[in-house]
């Protein structure tokens, strides 16, 4: 059995004066044991966060793939873990998209925040021209491949399903075709990694709300929810977490 994991991605999104909201869905955590919650902030406000809310998972939004060195900008995992981060989302479309992040680049990020003992939500999706063109699967399986690090271990990594054009946009894949990508790439992370890629969880991205979380979360090898626009409100955010139950 997977466990459910609801992480909330607040993008460049969040200020000091959020840390009540942030406390709030923390503490909407602990009543819901049933499930894994973490919360993906902007740099800036991770160490804030964690010593606001110890034990709860706070996450990064990306990570540079080197341990230090010459790169305005960019954080490393060590960066994150001395922030108090635990876990880091990497290859987020808005990145491979505004940053031109290759499948290549994801996978050394991953592969350096494994190393350095962060979880990862590795995130893969389609275009709305590639699932018009009846290639999603093809070509989200492909990317996981050239995505995915040498090594994982199912506590520490996951992956998040997310059509690009289901971000923020309030439209949402149909449940069979849901279902389907993930069926796929469940046979595509059990074919890297044996018996540990069927304890892989794989999340589903892309305008899940409060209204519609529990249908998604009923859907087979669906393990949880990455969250964008509706993690930012505690009021929005805590009955999905509630779904999961
Ligand atoms: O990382 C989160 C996703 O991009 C989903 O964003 P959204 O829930 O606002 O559609």
């Known amino acids: 059995m997977r466990r459910m994991l609801v992480a909330g991605n607040w993008k460049m999104h969040g200020l000091a004066a959020d840390i009540a909201a942030i406390a709030e869905i923390a503490h909407a955590a602990g009543d819901n044991p049933q499930s894994d919650v973490a919360l993906c902030l902007p740099a800036t406000l991770i160490e804030r966060a964690a010593r606001a809310v110890p034990g709860f998972a706070i996450g990064g939004q990306d990570v540079h793939p080197a341990p230090k060195g010459a790169h305005t900008g960019c954080v490393s995992s060590a960066m994150l873990l001395d922030a108090g981060a635990s876990l880091t989302i990497v290859g ?51 990317q996981l491949d050239a995505s995915l690090p040498g090594s994982v271990t199912a506590d520490r990594f996951a992956i998040a399903y997310e059509p690009i054009w289901a971000i923020g946009t309030g439209k949402v894949p149909s449940v069979a075709d849901i279902e389907e990508m993930h069926a796929a790439l469940r046979l595509r992370l059990m074919a890297a990694f044996g018996d540990e890629g069927d304890r892989i969880r794989i999340l589903y991205g892309g305008s899940v709300k409060a209204s519609n979380a529990a249908e998604i979360f009923a859907v087979a090898d669906v393990d949880g929810a990455l969250v964008g626009g509706a993690s930012l409100a505690a009021a929005d955010f805590i009955p999905i977490i509630q779904a999961t139950r």
């Open 92 to 142: 987020h479309s808005e990145r491979r998209e505004a940053q031109g992040e290759t499948d290549a680049n994801v996978r050394a990020k991953a592969e350096a925040a494994l190393a350095a003992r962060l979880g990862v939500i590795l995130c893969i999706g389609e275009s709305d021209a590639v699932r018009e063109s009846g290639q999603a699967i093809t070509t989200v399986t492909a």
